[in-house]
């Protein structure tokens, strides 16, 4: 099996994680959609570039304009699959990643004579899906299979009544990238260190967070804050202040992660995760925590319930402080009898690459007529 995966302008969340999820299952070709090539030019395409490094791997240069640039990217991505296709072999399917491939995939399968599946993960179907039917309904229609990735989203897309066949497969975690679970040996008066990372976006939920931990301190005085900004995100000033305000400044510490591995390292030896603001369609930074093998707290909105299951954390209403401020004692009092091993596993055997790529085993198949 031979898949052709396209990534859009607008890249999915870790798109490395899904060529590995596909890799566990077929050869991946990667097709990447970029304003300016940073490869060497591939011989007698100028339009497209080839890593040298990864032979399989290809830059597309978009022209700027409207429907008739589609049609000149079109053209110049079927090219790239044609060629790849006289130097290697055919390719059986085409797996894009909405959004960013739903405008061109439908014309590009056309023109190579090719099945296409898509992954969606687009938070804006819970904000306004009637926009979002109109924009994707010939995509769907014509896709093999659509992708929805989390349980959340495949219900959305059957209340808007979107055409096509749907099933779930969820974003993959790659095993390599997540640090060792620590070993964790407790007393009673340890702190109980609550990690929080994001990037300080209007819809991020910090002032709930902030309320909810300064009520949940003077119930459990152990209950400790490290607040991760990710990448150049700048810590608000607003931020600073409300802790100030609230009485919480002595027990938390905000600081800046200089890549996801240092982010992921605080995680994995923090005690519990707080998700701050209300899940999207696919909350990675809690599957994360999970694979680390640390309890979430959050919101029970979007994936989270699916992600967390019975025994991965405790959800609460969101924009709620003071059950959010409840959930944090709860957690906090249920840290001796958590298994942080038994966690990370069960996760990993859910949502890990070969999981993953498992799932897209069966729709690549399908895609291609082979089931």
Do not use: N
């Not at 990675?284 to 909105?301: E, K, S």
């Amino acid at each position: 099996m031979r898949v052709a995966m396209f990534f859009g302008q607008a890249r999915p969340a870790r798109p490395e994680e899904w060529h590995k999820a596909a890799a566990s299952v077929a050869e991946v070709v990667d097709v990447v959609a970029v304003r300016e090539l940073t490869l060497p030019a591939v011989r007698g395409l100028p339009c497209a570039g080839r890593d040298p490094e990864r032979p399989h791997h290809y830059q597309v240069a978009l022209p700027l304009g409207g429907l008739a640039a589609r049609r000149v990217t079109v053209g110049r991505i079927g090219d790239v699959l044609r060629y790849e296709t006289a130097e290697c072999g055919r390719i059986d399917v085409l797996h894009g990643h909405v959004p960013g491939a739903d405008d061109l995939l439908p014309w590009v399968a056309r023109a190579v004579g090719l099945p296409y599946v898509l992954s969606e993960d687009d938070a804006r179907w819970f904000e306004s899906p009637s926009r979002m039917r109109r924009g994707r309904a010939r995509a769907y229609r014509e896709a093999a299979s659509v992708l929805a990735v989390s349980d959340a989203l495949l219900l959305r897309l059957g209340e808007q009544r979107m055409p096509g066949r749907h099933r779930v497969v969820p974003h993959p975690v790659g095993p390599d990238t997540l640090p060792r679970v620590p070993a964790r040996a407790r007393i009673s008066q340890d702190p109980v260190r609550v990690a929080a990372t994001g990037s300080f976006g209007p819809h991020e939920g910090w002032e709930t967070l902030v309320h909810a931990f300064a009520a949940a301190r003077l119930k459990d005085p152990r209950l400790r804050l490290d607040i991760i900004a990710e990448g150049h995100a700048e810590v608000p000033t607003e931020l600073r202040g409300l802790l100030r305000r609230c009485g919480a400044d002595s027990a938390v510490t905000v600081r800046r992660a200089r890549g996801r591995a240092e982010a992921l390292h605080a995680v994995a030896h923090a005690d519990l995760y707080a998700v701050a603001g209300d899940a999207e369609s696919f909350c990675l930074r809690a599957l994360d925590a999970l694979g680390c093998g640390t309890l979430v707290v959050g919101p029970r909105t979007g994936a989270l319930p699916e992600l967390v299951g019975h025994d991965g954390g405790f959800l609460v209403p969101p924009g709620d402080p003071a059950a959010f401020a409840h959930a944090l004692v709860e957690a906090a009092a249920a840290l001796p009898r958590h298994q942080p091993v038994a966690l990370a596993d069960r996760t990993l055997r859910r949502f890990g690459t070969a999981a993953v790529g498992a799932r897209l085993a069966v729709a690549y198949a399908e895609a291609s007529g082979r089931a």
